[in-house]
């Protein structure tokens, strides 16, 4: 399975996985804990987890044409929750 993660630098981790997980809600399944949310896609699951400083995204998808895809998702949705506070998205795979 197709594996991307990227670790992003932020104070504001847990805020940024609750307003995600609230956002997501409404149209894909979202199972959320204290500092961590499993969203499930059609294409592939996003697993994120608040860390001290840091945000830890992993994205997992069945195909690798779907990897690019739902990077691209995870990021535009990061920033625009973030606001103002700039992040650094560098994703691995």
Do not use: Y
Request: hydrophobic content about 45%; glycine content about 4%.
């Amino acid at each position: 399975m197709p594996l991307s993660r990227v670790e992003i630098a932020t104070p504001s981790a847990e805020r940024l996985i609750n307003r995600l997980c609230k956002h997501w809600a409404h149209k894909l399944e979202v199972e959320q804990s204290d500092q961590q949310a499993t969203i499930t896609f059609a294409t592939g699951t996003c697993l994120m987890l608040a860390e001290p400083d840091k945000l830890v995204v992993a994205i997992e998808t069945l195909e690798e044409e779907h990897l690019d895809e739902l990077e691209g998702v995870v990021e535009r949705h990061l920033i625009r929750m973030a606001g103002d506070e700039e992040l650094a998205i560098v994703w691995e795979n």
